[in-house]
Structure formats: structure tokens, C-alpha cells
């Protein structure tokens, strides 16, 4: 059993910066794969992010170059640093912890959601 909380994010103009994060608790946080998807009004969830415990990271093609997924494991703590933001970036943000026994089973955890809104 894991409990993401959510925070940061916000408000901010095209070609600003925003900051997200992700503290988990419950459960062993090293054990699991972190990430951050996004859902914009009218579309599907999409991956944004993933890291794993040993810092190997995989984005998705529009926000390569510009977001940043980071995590401290001492913290239990993943972050999001998104740079260069653009309006088709307006979404909710939401973590992920995600774990995976083969032959066994998967597990899959949701933070609450934050808001992050691009505009001029």
C-alpha cells in the first residue's frame, strides 16, 4: 500500500517554469518504478515521465528536452521540473508508483492530481 501526496505546480506564462512533487509513504519507496502522466481537458492520459530507483529516466516525445523527472530515495520524494512550458502543457498532473513481480502481479498507485495551467 502506497500514498502519493502532490504539490506544487500552479499558474504560470509561456516559456516559464514550474516545479511538482510527489512524497509517498507506506510502503518501501526504492522498490518502486516513479512517474508523472498528464490528462488535458477532452483527452486521453498520457505518460509524461518515468525513473526508476537507480535514476534511468524515460519521457515522452513533447516534453523531451524541456521537463525533468528527478527522485530522492532518502525522501521518498519525486519531483517534476518543467521548463520552456508551453499552453498544450495545461493538464492535470498526476504521480505514479508502479511495481512488478513476473509471475506474480503488478501494483499501481495515483496521487490526487495538481493542476498546472500555461497561459498569457
Known amino acids: 500500500q502506497v500514498q502519493l501526496v502532490e504539490s506544487g505546480g500552479g499558474l504560470v506564462q509561456p516559456g516559464g517554469s514550474l516545479r511538482l512533487s510527489c512524497a509517498a509513504s507506506?510502503?518501501?519507496?526504492?522498490?518502486?518504478?516513479m512517474g508523472w502522466y498528464r490528462q488535458a481537458p477532452g483527452k486521453e492520459r498520457e505518460l509524461v515521465a518515468t525513473?526508476?530507483?537507480?535514476?534511468?529516466?524515460n519521457y515522452g516525445d513533447s516534453v523531451k528536452g524541456r521537463f525533468t523527472i528527478s527522485r530522492d530515495n532518502a525522501k521518498n520524494t519525486v519531483y517534476l521540473q518543467m521548463n520552456s512550458l508551453k499552453p498544450e502543457d495545461t493538464a492535470v498532473y498526476y504521480c505514479?508508483?508502479?511495481?512488478?513481480?513476473?509471475?506474480?502481479?503488478?501494483?499501481?498507485?495515483w496521487g490526487q492530481g495538481r493542476q498546472v495551467t500555461v497561459s498569457s
Open positions: 505514479n508508483a508502479h511495481r512488478t513481480w513476473v509471475g506474480a502481479g503488478v501494483l499501481d498507485y
Open positions: 507506506g510502503s518501501i519507496f526504492r522498490l518502486y518504478v
Open positions: 525513473i526508476t530507483s537507480g535514476g534511468s529516466t
